[in-house]
Nanobody
Framework: QVQLVESGGGLVQAGGSLRLACAAS????????TGWFRQAPGKEREFVAA????????HYANSVKGRFTISRDNAKNTVYLQMNSLKPEDTAVYYC???????????????WGQGTQVTVSS
């Protein structure tokens, strides 16, 4: 069982930055791939970014490529999502998840956090 807690969300103006963090409870966190998803009001949850357990592989949705950066610190059981050049369309609840491999499909991920709200004003 892995418990995930997201933090770092908030209200920011367009063009601004935020850094989200996902802290995990399990000592085995370092062996999991970790991903970020988001869900905007009235829309389905969508894949944002993911990072392999050793940080040697990353994958991004086209909509955030070049603006968002995912990283991890296994010593702190934490994965980060640095979000720059934020746009109003980035407004959503952001969730982190862990699983065995990188996949844009929700059902490939085993554990989920409760989410953190990100609101980007125009």
């Amino acid at each position: 069982q892995v418990q995930l807690v997201e933090s770092g969300g908030g209200l920011v103006q367009a063009g601004g930055s935020l850094r989200l963090a996902c802290a995990a409870s399990a000592r085995t966190f370092g062996s999991y791939t970790t991903g970020w998803f988001r869900q905007a009001p009235g829309k389905e949850r969508e894949f944002v970014a993911a990072i392999g357990w050793s940080a040697d592989s990353t994958h991004y949705a086209n909509s955030v490529k070049g603006r968002f950066t995912i990283s991890r610190d296994n010593a702190k059981n934490t994965v980060y999502l640095q979000m720059n050049s934020l746009k109003p369309e980035d407004t959503a609840v952001y969730y982190c998840a862990v699983g065995p491999w990188i996949s844009p499909q929700e059902n490939r991920w085993d554990y989920w956090g409760q989410g953190t709200q990100v609101t980007v004003s125009s």
